[in-house]
C-alpha cells in the first residue's frame, strides 16, 4: 500500500500560485492519483484526478485554474494551482488507490491512500 506525504501548501494572497506536492514511498503506475480538499465545516471535496495513462479530470471550480501532474518515476504528484480565490481555502490531500481503469472515481470514500494533507489559505 502507497504511504503518501503532502507538502506545498501555504499562505498566499488572492490571485497568486502554489505547488502542492505529494511524495508516494514507490511508483504510482497502477493508481488513479487525486487531490481532494476540506475547509472546515464542508465535506471533503474532489480537485483534480489523474488515471494511470494520464488522463486529468477536475472539479468545476477549480477548471482552468489547477493542474494535476505526475513526475517521470511516477513517485510524486503535483497540484500547480494559479489564480487563487479565498473559497480554494482548505486542507489539501492527495490520495490514491489501484486502478486500471480509464477515468478515476471522483468520490473520497473510494480512495484507500491517503496523505496527511497540507493547509492553503488564500487572503483577500
Known amino acids: 500500500e502507497l504511504h503518501l506525504v503532502d507538502s506545498g501548501g501555504g499562505s498566499v494572497q488572492a490571485g497568486g500560485s502554489l505547488r502542492l506536492s505529494c511524495a508516494a514511498s514507490?511508483?504510482?503506475?497502477?493508481?488513479?492519483m487525486g487531490w481532494f480538499r476540506q475547509a472546515p465545516g464542508k465535506e471533503r471535496e474532489g480537485v483534480a484526478f489523474i488515471t494511470r495513462y494520464g488522463g486529468e479530470t477536475y472539479g468545476d471550480s477549480v477548471k482552468g485554474r489547477f493542474t494535476i501532474s505526475k513526475d517521470a518515476a511516477k513517485t510524486t504528484l503535483y497540484l500547480d494551482m494559479n489564480s487563487l480565490k479565498p473559497e480554494d481555502t482548505a486542507m489539501y490531500y492527495c490520495?490514491?488507490?489501484?486502478?486500471?481503469?480509464?477515468?478515476?472515481?471522483?468520490?473520497?470514500?473510494?480512495?484507500?491512500?491517503w496523505g496527511q494533507g497540507t493547509q492553503v489559505t488564500v487572503s483577500s
Open positions: 514507490e511508483h504510482t503506475g497502477n493508481h488513479c
Open positions: 490520495a490514491g488507490k489501484v486502478s486500471y481503469g480509464s477515468t478515476c472515481p471522483r468520490i473520497a470514500t473510494d480512495y484507500t491512500m
